[in-house]
């Protein structure tokens, strides 16, 4: 089975623009996670769904930030306007609930640069 | 005070010495303890969960757990310089069943 499927791998964009993530979750998992990781503050969980509803959007810094998932198989994460203090890796996880041991699977992570 | 701390090394030990990283928590009420390794430009991986007090061995990495002191550990013996990487130190709150909080990670370097 494959494992959380995040694209793009890397993502360069002028300050201003758009930027779009997005995110497959292992299938049968109900669970999915959007955290960013930096140097300087490690890593952050910005949102999670349970069964595609938000749960907890309180890490998403801003308004500029925004996620969905429509559908138990997919998932975006949106910066609009993106700033250059939004560079880092943003990964995707997936978990279920269920089963002796807890564990959330990540995605290879989209390495975001702001310019 | 950060919710889950870490020192961020690096922890330099030679090879076939035991590597000891150390995480501290402030939310009492945390159930749930795991350790993540992170190469270098890759995703964390899960490496060990612990869930009540005392050790938990899982070939040669032991994970040990001390509700009172808020503390929990990861020993890694005969250590080896594939086991060069981040280590990241998770907590799982009582009161949101799925969330993690991260540890900022310590980098642990060992030598040939």
């Known amino acids: 089975d494959a494992g959380v499927i995040q694209s793009p791998r890397h993502e360069v964009t002028e300050m201003g623009q758009e930027v779009t993530l997005r995110c497959k979750p292992i299938s049968g998992h109900d669970y999915l996670f959007w955290y960013r990781q930096t140097m300087m503050r490690g890593l952050e969980l910005l949102i999670y769904f349970n069964n595609n509803v938000p749960i907890d959007d309180s890490g998403m810094p801003e308004d500029r930030f925004s996620a969905k998932m429509p559908n138990a198989s997919f998932s975006t994460l949106k910066i609009q306007p993106s700033e250059p203090r939004d560079s880092a890796v943003y990964f995707c996880?997936?978990?279920?609930?269920?089963?002796?041991?807890?564990?959330?699977?990540f995605g290879p992570g989209t390495r975001l640069t702001v310019t | 005070q950060k919710e889950v701390e870490q020192n961020s090394g690096p922890l330099s030990v030679p090879e076939g010495a035991i590597a000891s990283l150390n995480c501290t928590y402030s939310d009492r009420v945390s159930q749930s303890f795991f350790w993540y390794r992170q190469y270098s430009g890759k995703s964390p991986e899960l490496i060990m969960s612990?869930?009540?007090?005392g050790d938990k061995e899982d070939g040669r990495f032991t994970a040990q757990l001390n509700k009172a002191s808020q503390y929990v550990s990861l020993l890694i013996r005969d250590s080896q310089p594939s086991d060069s990487a981040t280590y990241l130190c998770a907590v799982k709150r009582g009161e949101s069943f799925q969330k993690l909080v991260f540890g900022t990670g310590t980098r642990l370097l060992v030598s040939p």
């Open positions: 612990i869930y009540s007090n």
């Open positions: 996880a997936s978990s279920y609930l269920g089963g002796d041991s807890y564990e959330q699977y």
